[in-house]
């Protein structure tokens, strides 16, 4: 269950960055933060976003303590 948050918080991401070109960065981390009227989809949106960049960081530290382990 946890990795589907992962894999959509990792496409809201891709998306976001993308948004980053196309509306600049102000706007773009407007859209991620929930505002007045917000959901609860709004809400699990955000929270996915974190927990993908969470899991990525600790995929990659994984990998290079692994790396660091085998010399």
Partial sequence: MIWLFVLWGT????????????I?????LFRLLPGRGATA??????ASVLVALMAWT????A?????RGRA
């Fill in 63 to 67: 990998v290079v303590l692994s790396r």
């Fill in 58 to 61: 600790l995929v990659g530290v």
């Fill in 24 to 28: 600049g960065p102000r706007e773009t």
């Fill in 41 to 46: 989809w709004h809400y699990l949106n955000t």
């Fill in 11 to 22: 496409l809201l991401a891709l998306s976001l960055a993308v948004s980053v070109f196309v």
